[in-house]
């Protein structure tokens, strides 16, 4: 059974550019959610996906965009890259929003913005 | 608004010896709090979680962690450190309670193991 998957792993962007990222849940896992972990620090919210929409957010501007389709899976965008978004971006998935059942973590992507 | 305080953003133990990581939470709810493990380059691996019920926590590679509400605090704790235990712990609290899986994480604390 695979675990949660993130694509790519790694990723080199200059300021300004958009990037897309991607991530497929645990399987039988329906909501995704997304995390920033800049260096050094703890993982921040981002957003969560359920039900193809947009549930909750965290304190991130517009340029932090995503979608989810129906098999579940999801996508992360990021549009005028700062130099400050370079981060390790993880996705988590789980069953239902709003339960606490447990959260699987990827392994990320390496976001390095020059 | 929910938050949480790792204390030591490095700890270093010797192997055999006692791990104890320090974490204090703020929350306007009764908390959910966690503890994840997060190797280089992998993802964050749960730990151990309270909810509700008894205080203290067994989790997974034999640590355990204690919630003192007097004292809003939730340290992490394992009684014999092995090498593969060196990784960095964050601690965690649900936005909600029980009404939501978003997390406010801790800062982390990166532990090391001497042999």
């Known amino acids: 059974d695979a675990g949660v998957t993130q694509s790519p792993t790694h990723l080199i962007k200059t300021r300004g550019q958009q990037v897309t990222l991607r991530c497929s849940p645990k399987?039988?896992?329906?909501?995704v959610s997304w995390y920033q972990q800049a260096l050094g620090q703890g993982p921040q919210f981002i957003f969560q996906?359920?039900?193809?929409?947009?549930?909750q957010r965290g304190n991130f501007p517009d340029r932090f965009s995503g979608h989810q389709f129906p098999n579940y899976s999801s996508e992360l965008n990021v549009n005028a890259l700062l130099l400050g978004d370079s981060a390790l971006y993880l996705c988590?998935?789980?069953?239902?929003?709003?339960?606490?059942?447990?959260?699987?973590f990827g392994s990320g992507t390496q976001l390095s913005v020059l | 608004a929910q938050s949480v305080t790792q204390l030591g953003s490095h700890v270093s133990v010797s192997e055999g010896a006692l791990v104890l990581l320090r974490c204090n939470y703020s929350?306007?709810?009764?908390?959910?709090l966690f503890w994840y493990v997060q190797y280089p380059n992998q993802g964050l691996q749960l730990l151990l979680k309270y909810t509700t019920g008894a205080t203290l926590v067994k989790g997974i590679n034999g640590f355990e962690a204690e919630f003192k509400k007097s004292e809003t605090s939730f340290h992490l704790t394992k009684p014999s450190a092995h090498m593969s235990d060196a990784a960095e712990y964050f601690c965690a609290v649900s936005d909600y309670g029980g009404a939501t899986n978003k997390l406010i994480f801790g800062t982390g604390t990166l532990l090391a193991v001497q042999p």
């Open positions: 929350s306007s709810v009764p908390p959910y």
């Open positions: 996906y359920y039900e193809e929409e947009e549930r």
């Open positions: 399987s039988g896992h329906d909501t």
């Open positions: 988590a998935s789980s069953i239902g929003p709003v339960t606490n059942e447990k959260l699987f």
